[in-house]
């Protein structure tokens, strides 16, 4: 019996497990029929294809090990009433042939509206939920109408370049809006809607995290004295609001980091309601 393999790269993180389908290795084929042993290559990165091959390879196979047919016996003439053999056309000198059956197109529209579908029904949170209706529903179809294209597979790489500057997040927002749009047309490869992700060129977008700044002290006099301010007795005993004790402790010793400002600079989030 023939069975399907992914020979990984040696860099991809599921190297270890040859039954693994969603990776971008290459497949193959291997196994035995009748004896025979067979290993080859799928020639695809998709595993549906390479089952498709591998079921069309193992009937060629079988039908080829069986025994030809015995031969008939003798029997009486045929009657003169026998049907005679279907008459084959032969196309005329010129003739264009019809051609064969293709997969339909999908257009964007439906690529999108399965894409959501999917996210419903994998429960996905409303939150994830609502920025992938803004992501695709309402900024990327509008945009490819807008741009003239109509399915799934007219989509390139210089497309998703023209739709990315479009954006007008933050880096990080960016970021992640990238990473769903390289999700989506991986969720297309699957379904079959298209042959490649040609999201997969999209650049890294680079995200500058800034770390957490300091007040300096006369930025953190002025927040203190805009909260009123209670007895010192009590905003110890209510602890009511933090803030205002976080002034009374300025003025005790006891709390070197606010004690009259002696630091040079006090960090932000140090003080519990600041």
Same mark, same amino acid.
């Given at each position: 019996? @023939?069975?399907?393999?992914? #020979?990984?790269?040696?860099? *991809?993180?599921?190297?270890?497990? %040859?039954?693994? /389908? ?10 035995? &029929? ?31 090990? =069986? ?19 279907? &008459? ?16 339909? /197109? ?13 996210? &419903? ?7 994830? =939920?609502? %920025? =992938? ?40 927002? %960016?970021?992640?809006?990238?990473? /769903? ?9 699957? #379904? $079959?809607? $298209?042959?490649?992700?040609?999201? @997969?060129?999209?650049? $890294? ?16 006099? #002025? ?6 301010? $209670? ?16 002034? &009374? ?7 070197? *980091? ?9 960090? %932000? ?6």
């Amino acid at each position: 019996m @023939l069975s399907v393999y992914t #020979r990984h790269h040696p860099d *991809c993180k599921n190297a270890g497990d %040859k039954a693994w /389908r969603r990776c971008n290795c290459p497949k193959w084929i291997w196994g035995s &029929v009748n004896g025979n042993f067979i290993r080859r290559s799928a020639r695809t990165h998709n595993w549906d294809e390479a089952e498709e091959l591998r079921l069309r390879l193992q009937q060629e196979v079988t039908q080829s090990a =069986l025994p030809p047919p015995e031969a008939a016996e003798p029997s009486a003439p045929p009657m003169a009433l026998a049907l005679p053999p279907p &008459v084959v056309q032969e196309p005329l000198a010129g003739e264009v042939l019809p051609p064969a059956p293709k997969r339909p /197109r999908i257009t964007i529209k439906k690529a999108v509206e399965s894409y959501l579908a999917d996210a &419903v029904s994998r429960n996905v949170a409303e939150a994830t =939920l609502d %920025k =992938l209706t803004t992501i695709f529903e309402k900024q990327f179809h509008p945009w490819t109408q807008a741009q003239g294209l109509e399915y799934i597979d007219e989509i390139d790489l210089d497309s998703l370049l023209n739709f990315r500057n479009t954006w007008k997040d933050g880096a990080l927002a %960016k970021q992640k809006k990238q990473s /769903r749009v390289i999700g989506f047309f991986w969720a297309c490869v699957r #379904r $079959r809607f $298209r042959i490649e992700n040609p999201a @997969l060129g999209l650049g $890294r977008i680079k995200v500058i995290h800034i770390p957490t700044d300091y007040f300096p002290p006369d930025e953190f006099q #002025r927040i203190l004295d805009a909260v009123v301010m $209670r007895s010192w007795i009590g905003a110890i005993n209510s602890f009511d609001s933090p803030v205002s004790t976080a002034k &009374v402790f300025s003025h005790w010793p006891v709390f070197g *980091c606010f004690h009259s400002f002696q630091t040079p600079a006090m960090p %932000k989030g140090s003080c519990p309601g600041l």
